[in-house]
């Protein structure tokens, strides 16, 4: 065990952004079995008027300040004054530990690992297959370790969960080269999908030993299918564009879209990204929001069709990875829309008559956690928590790395 367990004190998870920095401070003790939260905040903004803002497990605002004077200089001088805050408030619970949510673990790392110098080369190496999230990981990470020398610090990969996913969910049909080059399904939301795979073994044991289709629908959406706890097949692939339409990307095309634009319409890859990324999706389709509430909300056409065209890839992929499953024995809803939108999940679940599922529609209103009609294949809103998880992951790997 870390000697550093054998105190209490406090975990620092980060999830660093390109105009946000979210993270939540935990509590460790009792070596490490004991891990609470503390409080959770972001800096938003970053790079316009950044704004600090924390609350605490209830919900409690501790904090909100402009940090717009300070924003001149990156992040690098946010998170210096981020973990100075977190001391000033916690002056008698030392750092232990920053875990930190990385985007892209490429084909090599399958688990958590504590950052070297080495290691960070390789996630910098990584950048390519994640240009638009993986140097904010990867630099909040260098910051860090500059600023507060031998503070340890976890990686922990969106990707790595999905590293179990057999050669045929995995492959693209490319010219084996290409796939052997990297250019291959990776799947994100790991680390949700790890936790809820947790939830359902500590909740449901039963359940969670079967196949189990877990839709983490928000901003970014994604479906795994899980068979034993273990990702067999995910909707996300080589980039977190592939799968269902979302707030704002545009979910999987027709390559010969992109084709098509470059050629006639004269797009490059700076053009692409963007259309893809920032203005499709949920957005695109709608012309009026990426926020699910405001379109559910909205009575213009064009909202119910953007719902309508979300809810039916949904459950279109639900009946996908049922059949990489081999048949379905529980559907799970999760993250933003999953745990909150009633409209969305009956709406998913009325495609799924065939596959047995019945909603009790008041326990899906109320928002119960086991929403099924009786006779109906169990289906679950399970809320995620990536960040319990990367604490999970800190605390467990600095225990074992002493061990050893
Ligand atoms: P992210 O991918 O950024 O982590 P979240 O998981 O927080 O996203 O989900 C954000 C999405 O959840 C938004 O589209 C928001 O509209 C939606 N959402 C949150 N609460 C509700 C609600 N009560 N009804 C419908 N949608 C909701």
């Known amino acids: ?81 981020l973990i100075a805050w977190i001391r000033t408030r916690l002056p008698d619970l030392p750092l232990l530990a920053a875990g930190h949510r990385v985007v892209h673990g490429g084909a090599g790392f399958h688990h958590p690992v504590r950052v070297t110098n080495r290691v960070l080369d390789e996630l910098e190496s990584l950048i390519p297959l994640a240009p638009l999230h993986q140097p904010q990981n990867v630099s909040a990470i260098r910051v860090l370790a500059e600023s507060f ?34 250019v291959q399904r990776y799947g994100f939301h790991g680390l949700s999908y790890e936790f809820i795979a947790q939830r359902l073994r500590e909740t449901v044991p039963e359940v969670a030993e079967g196949r189990v289709v877990v839709a983490h629908l928000g901003n970014g959406s994604s479906l795994c299918g899980l068979k034993d706890g273990r990702s067999i097949d995910t909707t996300m692939g080589f980039s977190a564009l592939e799968g269902v339409p979302m707030g704002t990307r545009s979910g999987s095309l027709d390559p010969g879209i992109l084709i098509y ?8 890859a700076d053009a692409l990204e963007h259309l893809l990324y920032q203005e499709s999706g949920l957005l695109g389709v709608s012309g009026i929001s990426n926020d699910m509430r405001v ?31 081999g048949g379905l024995d529980a559907l799970v809803f999760t993250a933003g829309i999953g745990e909150h939108s009633a409209p969305v999940r009956s709406r998913v ?41 990367i604490a999970r992951h800190a605390v467990d790997l600095m225990n074992l790395r002493n061990a050893a």
Request: include cysteine; proline fraction near 5%.
């Open 1 to 81: 065990m870390d000697p550093r367990l054998s105190h209490d004190g406090a975990l620092l998870v980060l999830n660093s952004g390109s105009s946000s920095i979210k993270f939540t401070v935990f509590q460790v003790a009792d070596a490490g079995k004991d891990i609470s939260p503390l409080f959770s905040g972001q800096v938003t903004g970053i790079g316009t008027a950044a704004e600090f803002s924390v609350k605490d497990v209830s919900g409690v605002s501790l904090a909100r300040e402009s940090w717009a004077e300070r924003d001149t200089g990156g992040v690098a001088p946010l998170l210096r004054d």
């Open 295 to 325: 379109l559910l909300e909205s009575d213009r056409p064009e909202a119910k069709e953007a719902v309508d065209l979300f809810c039916y890839h949904v459950a279109k992929e639900i009946g996908g990875l049922s059949c990489a499953l």
């Open 261 to 268: 634009l470059m050629r006639e319409m004269g797009m490059d």
């Open 349 to 389: 679940c009325s495609y799924l008559r065939f596959l047995g599922i019945t909603l009790d529609e008041d326990a899906n209103d109320r928002g119960d956690t086991a929403i099924a009609a009786d006779g109906s294949l169990p289906v679950y809103i399970i809320p995620t928590n990536e960040e319990f998880m």
């Open 149 to 182: 020398d031998g503070l340890p610090q976890i990686a922990c990969f969106d990707t790595a969960f999905h590293h179990s996913q057999p050669f045929v969910a995995k492959t693209y049909g490319l010219p084996r080269q290409l796939s052997e080059k990297g």
